[in-house]
């Protein structure tokens, strides 16, 4: 009987404070959220959490490692006084120069250059560090109606900012911010609508 052999990602320490984004916003009330969750982890469990939280990441110029998921975690992690996470790198583009780097990257969907209004930004505007990334409720909302199975969890890279956009045009900034959980349930079944039948991770019915 012929045997298979799963293969384990390549995981490497690596400071938080090195971590590059690749995306210029992340939503504050999800990264409270991890923090929380890091703190009521079992006390002896700190290193079994991290290793099974992998961040993916891309080995860019200057051998600088590049978020491209996970950037939520990553920050909490930093906020909460952890100086090292585990990283795979699932690409090593340390040898092109930054031009061709930021080229390669966004063909890849790798990086999302988009502020906390949904306006596309230059390259050079993407934050240096994790604690440079500003807060987009939008995106906090997004996070929460897929927690409320409002929509499924995709592997399309950035699905919950283009959620985020989707709601950003149909529920007004005042109300989200003054009356948060109200707004998720008014956004689950926007979700679900046929208005959001084009976004990965759309569970309605057609």
Same mark, same amino acid.
Request: with cysteine; glycine share 6%.
């Given at each position: 009987?012929?045997?298979?052999?799963?293969?384990?990602?390549?995981?490497?320490? /690596?400071?938080?404070?090195?971590?590059?984004?690749?995306?210029?916003?992340?939503?504050?009330?999800?990264?409270?959220?991890?923090?929380?969750?890091?703190?009521?982890?079992?006390?002896?469990?700190?290193?079994?959490?991290?290793?099974?939280?992998?961040?993916?990441?891309?080995?860019?110029?200057?051998?600088?490692?590049?978020?491209?998921?996970?950037?939520?975690?990553?920050?909490?992690?930093?906020?909460?006084?952890?100086?090292? /996470?585990?990283?795979?790198?699932?690409?090593?583009?340390?040898?092109?120069?930054?031009?061709?780097?930021?080229?390669?990257?966004?063909?890849?969907?790798?990086?999302?250059?988009?502020?906390?209004?949904?306006?596309?930004?230059?390259?050079?505007?993407?934050?240096?560090?994790?604690?440079?990334?500003?807060?987009?409720?939008?995106?906090?909302?997004?996070?929460?109606?897929?927690?409320?199975?409002?929509?499924?969890?995709?592997?399309?890279?950035?699905?919950?900012?283009?959620?985020?956009?989707?709601?950003?045009?149909?529920?007004?900034?005042?109300?989200?911010?003054?009356?948060?959980?109200?707004?998720?349930?008014?956004?689950?079944?926007?979700?679900?609508?046929?208005?959001?039948?084009?976004?990965?991770?759309?569970?309605?019915?057609?």
């Amino acid at each position: 009987m012929a045997m298979t052999h799963r293969i384990q990602p390549v995981l490497h320490p /690596v400071l938080i404070k090195d971590l590059r984004p690749t995306q210029m916003t992340v939503g504050m009330r999800e990264v409270s959220a991890k923090r929380e969750e890091w703190r009521n982890r079992p006390r002896d469990s700190a290193g079994k959490y991290l290793g099974s939280h992998m961040i993916p990441a891309v080995l860019g110029p200057d051998a600088r490692p590049w978020v491209v998921d996970h950037h939520h975690l990553a920050l909490a992690m930093h906020l909460e006084g952890v100086t090292e /996470v585990m990283v795979s790198f699932i690409a090593r583009l340390d040898t092109l120069p930054k031009k061709r780097f930021m080229a390669f990257m966004d063909a890849h969907n790798w990086l999302h250059p988009y502020d906390e209004k949904g306006k596309r930004c230059e390259f050079e505007d993407l934050p240096k560090k994790l604690t440079d990334m500003a807060d987009d409720p939008y995106r906090s909302l997004a996070g929460e109606v897929r927690c409320a199975g409002g929509y499924a969890k995709s592997p399309v890279p950035y699905t919950e900012f283009l959620w985020a956009d989707f709601f950003r045009d149909r529920i007004d900034a005042d109300h989200l911010k003054d009356h948060f959980n109200k707004a998720v349930e008014r956004a689950v079944p926007l979700a679900r609508s046929a208005e959001a039948k084009y976004l990965p991770g759309w569970a309605g019915i057609a």
